[in-house]
């Protein structure tokens, strides 16, 4: 769990954070950032400011 940056922006984060597995909340809102991919229902949060980013361990197979 980490706090971004003050006033960081979606489109700043995106452009700063590596590969891997993230959620983000923006006022509320809560979003998933695979590998530099936001996955979202389609709202344009690109200029939203950035409350939380949380990394997510890497996932690993069980089965296949």
Same mark, same amino acid.
């Given at each position: 769990?980490?706090?971004?940056?003050?006033g $960081?922006t979606l489109?700043?984060?995106?452009s700063? $954070?590596?590969?891997?597995? @993230?959620?983000?909340? $923006?006022?509320?809102?809560? #979003?998933?950032?695979?590998d530099g991919?936001?996955?979202?229902y389609?709202?344009n #949060?690109?200029?939203?400011h950035?409350a939380?980013? @949380?990394k #997510?361990?890497?996932?690993? $197979? #069980?089965?296949?």
């Amino acid at each position: 769990d980490c706090q971004p940056k003050a006033g $960081i922006t979606l489109a700043s984060l995106l452009s700063s $954070i590596g590969l891997g597995r @993230y959620v983000v909340t $923006i006022r509320g809102h809560a #979003l998933a950032i695979v590998d530099g991919q936001v996955l979202d229902y389609g709202n344009n #949060l690109a200029n939203s400011h950035v409350a939380t980013v @949380y990394k #997510l361990p890497e996932q690993h $197979i #069980l089965f296949d």
